[in-house]
Antibody, heavy 119, light 110 residues
Framework: QVQLQESGPGLVKPSETLSLICTVS??????????WGWIRQPPGKGLEWIGS???????YYSPSLKSRVTISVDTSKNQFSLKLNSVTAADTAVYYC???????????WGQGTRVTVSS | QSALSQPRSVSGSPGQSVTISCTGT?????????VSWYQQHPGTAPKVMIY???KRPLEVPNRFSGSKSGNTASLTISKLQAEDEADYYC??????????FGGGTKLTVL
């Protein structure tokens, strides 16, 4: 059974870059059956889709975050990553990495990691 | 691309049924059969309950069902149990390789 685990700094300063890694175990990130993505949840609020990547490197981003987001994949480490630049307090959230089965709306989630933007 | 619209809260007594709606547009919910529903208990990650409008993962009880009519998708939970109390989120394909979530609904089991 696949497991996804987020890792990265829990505190980021305003205007800096938020960087997170998702490590996939129990399955290959190079599988043609899945897309890999990031979703966030600000404190006390709903979920927001950030973007996703296919193992080939094709990326897809939320229009509202596209100018600040980069998602990349490292197949040799079975990991994919998120970079969000020029962060503000509004980017404070729990960040989840997730796997979506291609051709469906089925997401499987990591446990999430809390990131606070503060000086 | 706006968030899908869900009621902020719904409630029901044990044994009853409740339905949570998720309203979008013809560009998302109404345009594709790619709607999923997630259950989230406090402090935990969301868990898929329904995907592709009405498909249920094997591990999800058949008390959970999904449907769609026009631009509105619905999640129905029958025979409510105490452990169903949680937040529920809908998610839809939004076109152009993007996805959009609803604002979430808090289900209270009375």
């Amino acid at each position: 059974q696949v497991q996804l685990q987020e890792s990265g700094p829990g505190l980021v300063k305003p205007s800096e870059t938020l960087s997170l890694i998702c490590t996939v175990s129990g399955g290959s990130i190079s599988s043609t059956y899945y897309y890999w993505g990031w979703i966030r949840q600000p404190p006390g609020k709903g979920l927001e889709w950030i973007g996703s990547i296919y193992y080939s490197g094709n990326t897809y981003y939320s229009p509202s975050l596209k100018s600040r987001v980069t998602i990349s994949v490292d197949t040799s480490k079975n990991q994919f990553s998120l970079k969000l630049n020029s962060v503000t307090a509004a980017d404070t959230a729990v960040y989840y990495c997730a796997r979506r089965i291609d051709g469906t709306s089925h997401y499987t989630w990591g446990q999430g990691t809390r990131v606070t933007v503060s000086s | 691309q706006s968030a899908l619209s869900q009621p902020r809260s719904v409630s029901g007594s044990p044994g009853q049924s409740v339905t949570i709606s998720c309203t979008g547009t013809s560009s998302d919910v109404g345009g594709y059969n790619y709607v999923s529903w997630y259950q989230q208990h406090p402090g935990t990650a969301p868990k898929v309950m329904i995907y592709d409008v009405d498909k249920r993962p094997l591990e999800v009880p058949n008390r959970f069902s999904g449907s769609k009519s026009g631009n509105t998708a619905s999640l129905t939970i029958s025979k409510l149990q105490a452990e169903d109390e949680a937040d529920y989120y809908c998610c839809s394909y939004g076109g152009s390789d993007t996805w959009v979530f609803g604002g979430g609904t808090k289900l209270t089991v009375l």
